[in-house]
């Protein structure tokens, strides 16, 4: 059974940074495209970044300010969020291939 645990989610100032991690089990995510999502209130999920072996691509909104990163030993993808700002507030979720986590919370107080 597949499972993508999220952690790391929280209330943080803007400015503020947060690591959140994706803990998998039943699938070795080397293997494959992972990505955190975001949803909002009232508004769709949305890509945030994702990663495969051997590149990284991250949505307009947060270049330069999240980094995704990957640890094949421990089967963990991360997601380094630096100068939050309140729109990154939402449920973070670890996303891959037809896997999702429960999400985790983040919330950036203004």
């Known amino acids: 059974q597949v499972q993508l645990v999220e952690s790391g989610g929280g209330l943080v100032q803007a400015g503020g940074s947060l690591r959140l991690s994706c803990a998998a089990s039943g699938i070795i995510i080397s293997y494959y495209v992972v990505g955190w999502y975001r949803q909002a209130p009232g508004k769709q999920r949305e890509l945030v970044a994702s990663?495969?072996?051997?590149?990284?691509n991250y949505a307009e909104s947060v270049k330069g300010r999240f980094t995704i990163s990957r640890d094949n030993a421990k089967n963990t993808v991360y997601l380094q969020m630096n100068s939050l700002k309140p729109d990154d507030t939402g449920v973070y979720y670890c996303?891959?291939?037809?896997?999702w986590g429960q999400g985790t919370q983040v919330t950036v107080s203004s």
């Open positions: 990663i495969t072996s051997g590149s990284t």
């Open positions: 996303n891959s291939f037809v896997h």
